[in-house]
């Protein structure tokens, strides 16, 4: 009788642990597959950026810029995350991903989607001023312990259109708020190619958390996310961000520098935040 009892306390208090856990998210542009970056082409760096997201491990995360080689190699050498995710030329496989990966121990997928930043957003599109289709990759999670399901977005605005970033931001936002009825809590996360000062940036905080403002913990690693592969210079241009709902709490904030005989894995640093839910 004792021992039954100590065990219902015990699978009673661990799932309460389990219900309470954290959840860390990360944003990555891992640099498109160009032959032209030399010394820093894929190829040369792609084992290294694999073992960085082992070892950091996050829960969820969204890349930017993957070719579909170098989604299938990560894939591969990831061998605990499931995928949603399609390429932007084509709605399939051609182009550019904003892919998420997320654990596929800890979490099932209930909906996902990929919507082009556009004013045809439900069909393959370049939008406004945008120099290149951009797209924005989205998934309803849920854990397979607990109860809490939140939706995540990432994305990758373009680097020429200064309507196109602006109206990407509003684009977003409505979707959610189309989607949200539920009021989950929501992650937003990826490449802007805007500053901190920008109208997207604007746009957002106006209506989530930036986790780098809002972090329990000093943020931790250098001020700026683009590094162009130029290691000897300091890394000031922030222009990746991860958005949270305010039913979210930043526990850490931090830009992950790590390299590996003076290359970084990518011309931009990835951005790695922790969550709890309220």
């Not at 010394?39 to 082992?54: C, I, S, T």
């Not at 939706?151 to 970033?165: P, Q, S």
């Amino acid at each position: 009788m004792k021992k039954n009892l100590l065990l219902l306390l015990f699978s009673v208090c661990a799932c309460g642990y389990l219900y309470s856990q954290p959840v860390s998210f990360l944003t990555y542009n891992i640099r498109y597959d160009n032959p032209a970056d030399s010394g820093d082409a894929w190829p040369k760096r792609r084992e290294f950026l694999a073992g960085q997201l082992r070892f950091h491990a996050p829960d969820v995360f969204g890349i930017q810029e993957g070719l579909r080689h170098q989604v299938v190699y990560l894939l591969d050498q990831l061998p605990a995350y499931n995928i949603v995710g399609v390429g932007r030329d084509d709605g399939h496989e051609a182009g550019e991903y904003s892919a998420l990966f997320f654990k596929r121990d800890r979490f099932r997928l209930l909906e996902s989607g990929t919507f082009w930043l556009s004013e045809r957003p439900d069909t393959v599109s370049k939008g406004w001023d945008a120099a290149l289709p951009r797209i924005c990759t989205w998934a309803l999670l849920a854990e397979k312990r607990g109860k809490r399901k939140f939706l995540v977005y990432n994305t990758h605005f373009d680097h020429i259109g200064k309507e196109a970033r602006k109206s990407s931001a509003a684009l977003i936002l409505r979707k959610i708020l189309e989607k949200n009825t539920k009021n989950y809590p929501v992650v937003v996360m990826g490449d802007l190619n805007s500053g901190p000062n920008s109208e997207p940036v604007w746009m957002f905080s106006q209506n989530l958390h930036d986790a780098y403002a809002h972090t329990a913990e000093p943020p931790f690693g250098p001020p700026g996310t683009f590094n162009g592969f130029k290691f000897h210079d300091p890394v000031e241009l922030r222009i990746d961000y991860i958005f949270v709902s305010p039913n979210l709490k930043v526990q850490k904030y931090a830009v992950l520098s790590d390299s590996k005989n003076c290359h970084y894995p990518s011309d931009h640093l990835p951005v790695l935040t922790v969550l709890s839910f309220e």
